[in-house]
C-alpha cells in the first residue's frame, strides 16, 4: 500500500526542516512573537522541532504599549512553560527617546512605529535571522517572500534582489551587519493554521473567541474602544459578541461579530467568510501598495 | 470537517509565453474555486476600473509588486494558494518572458506538475519546447497542455487535435519525460477550467480542475522500494537533568522509509548502527516515510554532524566523488567563471568547488547542443563539469532530487548563482 502524508504533516514537516536549518546556518536567531496566532504555531513547531532540548532562540516582543491584556498574560504564560528566555523591545521607549514621532489624529496608529523599534532591537541583540510568521497567502507583497528573506545592513528589503529559492535548499550567507528574516509557515493558509491549532489542541489566547466586547464601528469595521482609541464625535461605544480573526496593535485590530466559542465553531466560520483576514486590518487599507512600503522598510 | 483535515497537498507551476493567458486561468482557478475573498475581489474591481478595463480583470487577481503592475508583467516567483475539499494546492506562478528561464526553474523545482499554456491561434512556439524542456529538466513527473483561447478558434477540434499532435511530436523530439495531459480551454470564459464546457462536446477529458484534484502525486508516495536516505540537519543534545545523555539526529526523511531496528550506514564515515528510536517531539514512532521530519536516535554513540547522510546499510548505496556532471542553469547576471571557487551546497551539506569544464550549452528554444563554450550568463542551461574539494555524497537528479540538487553560491556575494542536477561521475 502506498503512503500518503496529509497536507497538515507535510506543511508541518517543511516548516520544522525550516526551523533547524535557521538553528544550524545562524548564531544569534530570534522569534519575532507578536501573541497572534501565527507566531503562536511557529513557536509551538519550534517546541516539536527541538524536543526534548529548549527551543534554541529567544522569543521577541515588539510591543507598542496598545496591546490586549489577554495577549500579554498569554505571552508570559508560554515563555514560563516553555522556559523560554523573552526580549520585548518597546515602541514607547522609542518614543520616549526620541527615535519616532507618535502619529496624531483618529487614524494615529504606532504599527508602522515598530518598525523602527524592531530594527533598534535587531541591532542591539545583534540578531542575524528573525523568525517570523507571516504567511504568503496573507497579502500580494507576501506571495513573492522567501522562506530565507535577505535583508540589508539597514534591515531593508529588495523585491527585485531576492535569491531564488530551489528545492529545499537555503542559502543564509550575509554580511556582517545584515540579517535575514525568515518565514517558516509561508506556505500555510489561514485555514490551515486553524486546522493545525485544531488538531494539535493548541491554547490561544481568550480574544481569539467570542466575548463581550467595548466597541465602535469605523468604515464599516469593529475596533476595540479603548483608552488609546480617539473617538470621533459620531461615534459611539457600544457592547458586542466579538473575536478576533488577527491579532495585532489595538488600533489596527479589526473585531469579527462572531458567536465562535470554540476552534470547530471558528473553522465553520472561517468557511463561511468571504474575507481575507487582513481585510480587518485598517494598516493594508492605506493604500493599495502599503504592505510592500512597509516591507522595503523593514517591517516584519 | 473530517475530510478537510486529511487532504493532500499538490504544488504545481505554471508556464506560458506573455498574454497566452496565465494570470487569467490562474484567476480563473481562484475564482471559480470560490478562493477568493470579496474584499480581495473588490480590490481587483477597482483596480480594474482604475486602468479603464470594462470587465473585471480575472488576472489582476495574481498581480503582485508595485513595480510588475507599472510594467504590467510578473517578474518573478510568485506563490498562490488554494484548496477544494479533496485538495490544498501551492501554485508556484513564473513568468513567461524570455529571460526568466531561471524563474521557472525556481518554480519547477518543488512541482509536482506543470501546466503549460499555448495560445490557440499560435499553436506550438518556440517557447512552448523551451517551458516543455525545463519542466522535463527538473523531472516534473506531469504536464498538464492548456490549449487556451478556444473561443477565439470556434471551439474547433481539428485544430485543437492538430496542436497535440504538433506537440507530442515535439515532446518526442525534445526528449520530455514527464506524463503529458491535453485540454482544450477557455480561462476567459472558464471553458473546462473549473466548469465543464458546453461548447466543446467533443472533449471527454475533464476539466483542468478535476485533473489536479485526481492527478497521482507521484514522488511523495513515500515509496517502500526507494532507498532510505536521511541527511543529518541539526544534532540535538538537551544536556538537561532529565535527558542527560540524550544525542538525536534531527532531519527530514529524503528518500524512502526508515524502521526502529533498521541497520544504518553513516556516509561519508562509513561507521554503522542500529536506529534505536524515531521520534516526532513527545510521539515515538514505528516507522518514518518521505518527506517526514523526525530525529532519530541510534543504538551506538558515534561521531555524527550536520551534513552527515545515513542510509539504510542493505539497500542500494549512493554515489561518491570529487568529480561530477551536472545539467546547471545559471542564475545570475555574473556570468559563470571556469575555475573560479564556488560554494557548493544541498539541503544540509557545504563544500568547495570549481567549475572545470562546460560540456556543452544548451540552445533552449532549439536544444541543440553547442559546444566549445568558457561562460555561462543568466538564463543558460549547460551541462558542466564540477571538481570539489572534498567527496560528494549523491545520487543522480533523476533517482533523488534531494540527493541530487545542489545550489552554487558566489563566495564574493554570498549570492545564490546557479542551480545544478547531478547527472553522475564525470572527470
Ligand atoms: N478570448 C480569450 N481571451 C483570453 C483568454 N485567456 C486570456 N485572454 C486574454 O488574453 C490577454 C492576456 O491574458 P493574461 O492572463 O494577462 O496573460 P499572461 O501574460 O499569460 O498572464 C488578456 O487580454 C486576456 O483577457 C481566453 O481564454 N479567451
Known amino acids: 500500500m502506498s503512503y500518503k502524508l496529509t497536507h497538515l504533516k507535510e506543511l508541518e514537516s517543511e516548516s520544522i526542516y525550516v526551523l533547524r536549518e535557521v538553528a544550524a546556518q545562524f548564531e544569534k536567531p530570534a522569534i519575532l512573537f507578536s501573541g497572534g496566532k501565527d507566531s503562536i504555531v511557529v513557536t509551538y513547531l519550534a517546541y516539536k522541532a527541538f524536543y526534548p532540548a529548549k527551543i534554541p532562540f529567544p522569543l521577541v516582543h515588539i510591543d507598542t504599549g496598545h496591546n490586549f491584556a489577554e495577549t500579554i498574560t498569554y505571552r508570559d504564560e508560554l515563555v514560563k512553560k516553555l522556559g523560554a528566555r523573552l526580549i520585548v523591545g518597546s515602541v514607547q521607549e522609542s518614543i520616549d527617546t526620541g527615535r519616532v514621532k507618535e502619529e496624531k489624529g483618529y487614524y494615529a496608529s504606532r504599527n508602522r512605529l515598530q518598525t523602527t523599534t524592531l530594527l533598534d532591537t535587531i541591532d542591539r541583540y545583534q540578531f542575524d535571522a528573525c523568525i517570523g510568521g507571516a504567511r504568503r497567502d496573507e497579502e500580494k507583497a507576501r506571495a513573492k517572500e522567501r522562506f530565507f528573506s535577505h535583508r540589508d545592513e539597514l534591515g531593508q528589503w529588495n523585491p527585485k534582489n531576492q535569491r531564488p529559492e530551489l528545492w529545499n535548499i537555503f542559502n543564509g550567507k550575509k554580511n556582517m551587519g545584515e540579517h535575514f528574516r525568515v518565514f517558516p509557515i509561508s506556505n500555510w493558509t489561514e485555514m490551515d493554521v486553524w486546522q493545525y491549532i485544531y488538531q494539535n489542541n493548541i491554547p490561544l489566547p481568550s480574544i481569539y473567541f467570542t466575548h463581550e466586547r467595548a466597541c465602535f464601528l469605523r468604515n464599516g469595521q469593529w475596533l476595540a474602544a479603548e483608552p488609546c482609541m480617539k473617538l470621533k464625535p459620531n461615534e459611539k461605544v457600544e457592547i458586542k459578541q466579538v473575536r478576533c480573526r488577527t491579532v495585532g496593535d489595538i488600533s489596527c485590530t479589526g473585531l469579527t461579530l462572531s458567536k465562535a466559542h470554540n476552534l470547530t465553531d471558528i473553522i465553520a466560520e472561517i468557511a463561511a467568510t468571504r474575507i481575507t483576514e487582513r481585510g480587518g486590518r485598517a494598516d493594508d487599507k492605506r493604500s493599495e501598495t502599503s504592505m510592500e512600503d512597509r516591507k522595503k522598510e523593514g517591517y516584519f | ?427
Not at chain 2, 139 to 152: A, E, G, R, S
Not at chain 2, 234 to 243: A, E, H, L, N, Q
Open chain 2, 1 to 427: 470537517m473530517n475530510g478537510y483535515l486529511d487532504m493532500e497537498l499538490l504544488r504545481f507551476t505554471t508556464a506560458g509565453s506573455v498574454d497566452d493567458g496565465k494570470s487569467t486561468l490562474i484567476g480563473r482557478l481562484l475564482y471559480d474555486s470560490k478562493s477568493i475573498f470579496e474584499d480581495q475581489l473588490e480590490a481587483v474591481e477597482e483596480a480594474s476600473r482604475n486602468r479603464g478595463n470594462e470587465e473585471i480583470n480575472l488576472a489582476l487577481l495574481t498581480d503582485g509588486l508595485r513595480a510588475e503592475r507599472e510594467q504590467g508583467i510578473t517578474i518573478d516567483v510568485a506563490y498562490r494558494y488554494f484548496a477544494t475539499p479533496k485538495r490544498k494546492f501551492i501554485i508556484a506562478d513564473t513568468p513567461g518572458h524570455i529571460q526568466y528561464t531561471r524563474n521557472m526553474v525556481t518554480g519547477a523545482s518543488t512541482a509536482d506538475l506543470a501546466v503549460i499554456l499555448i495560445d490557440a491561434r499560435k499553436g506550438v512556439v518556440e517557447q512552448t519546447l523551451r517551458h516543455s524542456y525545463i519542466a522535463s529538466l527538473l523531472d516534473i513527473p506531469h504536464i498538464v497542455v492548456c490549449v487556451n483561447k478556444m473561443d477565439l478558434i470556434d471551439f474547433s477540434e481539428e485544430k485543437f487535435r492538430a496542436i497535440e499532435a504538433r506537440y507530442r511530436e515535439m515532446a518526442i523530439k525534445g526528449g520530455i519525460r514527464a506524463q503529458l495531459h491535453f485540454l482544450p480551454i477557455s480561462a476567459k470564459l472558464g471553458d473546462n477550467v473549473v466548469k465543464d464546457s458546453g461548447n466543446m462536446p467533443w472533449h471527454h477529458g475533464g476539466t483542468l480542475m478535476q485533473l489536479l484534484e485526481t492527478v497521482p502525486i507521484l514522488h511523495k508516495s513515500g515509496d517502500e522500494k526507494e532507498p532510505m536516505r536521511f541527511p543529518v540537519q541539526y544534532v540535538i543534545r538537551p544536556i538537561s537533568d532529565k535527558f542527560p545523555d540524550f544525542r538525536g539526529y534531527a532531519g527530514r526523511m529524503a528518500g524512502g522509509v526508515v524502521h526502529i531496528g533498521d541497520e544504518v550506514k553513516v556516509l561519508p564515515s562509513g561507521l554503522t548502527s542500529k536506529v534505536k528510536a524515531i521520534m516526532q517531539a513527545e510521539e515515538n514512532l514505528s516507522v518514518a516515510h518521505t518527506p517526514e521530519s523526525v530525529t532519530l536516535l541510534l543504538e551506538d554513540e558515534i561521531d555524527i554532524s550536520r551534513g552527515d547522510i545515513l542510509v539504510n546499510a542493505n539497500e542500494a548505496q549512493p554515489q561518491m566523488s570529487r568529480d561530477l556532471k551536472l545539467m546547471c542553469c545559471w542564475l545570475n547576471e555574473a556570468p559563470m567563471q571556469l575555475g573560479k571557487r564556488y560554494v557548493m551546497q544541498n539541503s544540509v551539506s557545504e563544500g568547495t568547488c570549481m567549475v572545470k569544464e562546460i560540456v556543452y550549452r544548451l540552445d533552449i528554444n532549439t536544444l541543440e547542443q553547442q559546444t566549445e563554450c568558457t561562460t555561462l550568463q543568466m538564463n543558460d542551461i549547460a551541462k558542466i563539469k564540477l571538481h570539489t574539494s572534498t567527496p560528494w555524497v549523491y545520487d543522480s537528479y533523476l533517482q533523488n532530487k534531494t540527493m541530487g540538487s545542489i545550489v552554487l553560491i558566489d563566495p564574493d556575494s554570498n549570492e545564490t548563482i546557479g542551480a545544478g542536477m547531478i547527472v553522475g561521475q564525470g572527470m
